[in-house]
């Protein structure tokens, strides 16, 4: 597996569990390109922690948004 530094890597499970979805669903985002992932040499996709949470940060700072007026 490429080094990438001291970064934790999440399985898909993980991120899952992060976003309140199947993983199933994390693997469409990472197939249609919505989140970067890491293949190991077994094929298991893999996802940085810092990019999961930055995602997921952005997601939740929308949520809480208030509704901009026009």
Not at 32 to 49: D, L, Q
Request: aromatic share 4%; proline share 9%; no cysteine.
């Amino acid at each position: 597996m490429p080094s990438s530094g001291n970064e934790r890597l999440l399985t898909p499970g993980e991120v899952a569990t992060l976003f309140r979805v199947d993983p199933k669903t994390v693997t469409r985002w990472a197939s249609a390109g919505r989140i970067g992932s890491i293949r190991t040499p077994g094929g298991h996709r893999r996802f940085r922690e810092s990019e999961v949470r930055s995602m997921l940060a952005d997601l939740t700072s929308e949520a809480t948004l208030p509704p901009a007026h026009s």
